[in-house]
């Protein structure tokens, strides 16, 4: 058994491997995935199912109280419940939910041993910055003339900073109706 403190979870192999339930005697549902997590005085075993709802119980033993009487009144049998919001679960259950990972690789282990394929991740190639064609040579002159283009904005940009503030000043000292005859003047 594994050796959690309250609120730790991990991945309750054993279980995830089985096509069968705890009785032995049963199919499990494929879309359980099996967890262990930490209670304050016991471990607690957690079956995450997003279709159906999650359940807890003691490792072995009885139904978690939490689960079953402490959040029932407020949000309902645990098959009405919405699976995605961890406050309507116990604490042992939110924990599991809370690790993302050992969820993932509960199922992957419970696709497996129900015979399925796992999800394949295809990555296709990255597409090349500049055409495979150009040399190096040609690559560094449109880096260079891209270069220049943004220094020649950045010069542009600091010139216009530089007349705006020199206009706000102007207008502070002088006033805006001054400011524009001055510049009508011009």
Not at 41 to 48: A, E, K, L
Not at 126 to 151: C, G, H, M, Q
Request: include cysteine; glycine fraction near 8%; charge should be negative.
């Amino acid at each position: 058994m594994a050796d959690l403190r309250n609120g730790e979870t991990c991945v309750d192999v054993t279980r995830n491997e089985s096509v069968k339930g705890d009785a032995g005697t049963r199919k499990r549902s494929a879309n359980s995935a099996y967890l262990l997590a930490g209670g304050s005085s016991d471990i607690y075993s957690v079956t995450v199912n997003f279709e159906t709802g999650h359940f807890c119980k003691v490792d072995g033993g009885e139904p978690c109280k939490g689960n079953l009487y402490g959040k029932k009144g407020k949000y309902g049998a645990i098959n009405v419940r919405d699976t995605n919001e961890p406050q309507a679960w116990c604490k042992h259950v939110q924990a599991a939910l809370a690790n993302a990972e050992q969820i993932a690789e509960a199922q992957e282990i419970t696709a497996q041993a129900f015979g399925k394929k796992t999800a394949t991740v295809v990555v296709k190639p990255a597409v090349p910055a500049f055409p495979e064609t150009s040399s190096a040579a040609d690559r560094l002159r449109e880096l260079e003339a891209e270069k220049a283009a943004l220094v020649a904005e950045i010069a542009v940009e600091e010139k216009s900073l530089e007349l705006r503030d020199a206009i706000h000043d102007l207008v502070r000292d002088h006033g805006q109706a001054a400011v524009e005859a001055a510049v009508k003047v011009a």
